[in-house]
DNA sequence: TCTATTTTTGACCAAATAGTTAAACATATT
DNA sequence: AATATGTTTAACTATTTGGTCAAAAATAGA
């Protein structure tokens, strides 16, 4: 039945998630997806066909939860020091209640970037060309009325991003030597850091 | 003889360490890097006895040439704004002559982060309690004279590596999105931003 | 040259792994 | 109740993979 079906189906993927994302693609083995499902592995393959299959379910679900955020970055027509402010803020708290994906998007690319090509291919949003123009005009605009000094705009956003995802990607790395390996003391430094930040960022563009 | 003994020994090293930098510890064949080094696959359990072992060696190799700068960073005495703009310069520098490093480093911890409690072990550098003493200091004296405005010292320190790293580790999703897959195009922009990161982080701090 | 030691190899093994299949089971339809 | 359809499982297969071993080849020492 549609029920029981979709609710296999999503216990399926929820495991497949949680594995593939902790472990990546290669690291991952199907009866581990089937057990964390409580199912048989068979039923793996009654659902979705092949290991590349589920995997590749995983990655683009994982992918479009952090593409909306970004399209309002570029899309969205809010004063540029103001957008900033609310792409941190959002942005950080993504990242916090999904503090496995980045890494595993980075690393599965790296692995296979044709992944992305396919990504790409379905996704209209970042099909396009000019994707940095409206970005582009509002920073323009910031500078002309002198709220913010001149600034290339792909360093500007890979700088915000950069500054975002990089203490949660690197976490393993920056908690072990810089926080002594304490995780209470970490999170409390990421709840903390949103601020800093966001006047980071307008600091080094303030005219 | 031990002219030969070390240049097999070494030949592996080599291989193991551009297959395991590139496709990680789980995605790594034996087989491969055996093929690579041009030997058969029993040679590489006589000098290394095991895939771990090899895949240790390979781990600490690639974690100790990213060491020096940080720790030139950390104890240096150079005044702060100096320091920042020699450390931005040869860690992206770097960063350049060994791209998949950092993402291998972020990957593998990701999946175990008992490697870096054993590497810490075997690194007096690092194991050393107050690392952070030294360059607060000068960030302090920085601030009393005002040349910068007050910042917090492991917030800063992340910003710069953040700015350094991340344009290396996410290369596949950046140039895929905001460069149109353009690897030229790409080298261009990160030849570029040396200057812009230094610029970056100085205003921010700036007074 | 003869012997001992080290290096290298091909063939092999046991375990793990993605994927298959045929049958059992459950559910809906009539 | 009988049948058809969809779901789930246990058992199995073929292949891959890390690792071993005994013998061959190369090298060193006498």
Redesign the interface.
């Known amino acids: 039945m549609t029920e029981k079906e979709l609710n296999t189906e999503q216990k399926i993927l929820d495991a497949a998630k949680e594995v593939f994302q902790k ?5 991952t083995r199907m009866q581990e997806i089937a057990d964390k499902a409580g199912i048989n592995k068979a039923l793996l393959h009654y659902y979705y066909r092949s290991k590349e299959k589920l995997f590749r379910r995983v990655f683009e679900i994982a992918f479009a939860l952090f593409i909306p955020r970004i399209k309002e970055m570029l899309f969205s027509d809010k004063p540029i020091l103001e957008k900033i402010d609310y792409f941190v803020d959002s942005y950080i708290e993504l990242l916090q209640k999904h503090p ?1 994906i980045p ?1 595993f ?3 599965e ?3 296979n ?1 044709e992944i ?2 396919d990504i ?1 291919e379905k996704n209209i949003l ?1 099909k396009q ?1 000019h ?2 123009d409206n970005l582009e005009g509002q920073i323009n605009q910031g500078i002309e009325r002198g709220q913010i ?1 001149p600034v ?1 705009v ?2 500007l ?3 915000i ?3 975002c ?3 949660v ?6 908690q ?6 304490d995780p209470e003391g970490y999170e409390r ?1 990421l709840a903390q ?1 949103k601020d ?2 966001k006047e ?2 307008k ?4 005219p």
């Open positions: 472990k990546g693609m290669t690291g496995y890494g998007i980075i690393n690319l790296n692995r970037p992305l090509v790409v970042i060309d994707l940095i000094k290339e792909r360093n956003l890979i700088n991003l950069a500054l995802v990089f203490p990607v690197a976490r393993p790395v920056v072990g030597i810089l926080f002594d390996n430094f850091r800093f930040v980071f960022v600091n080094a563009i303030k």
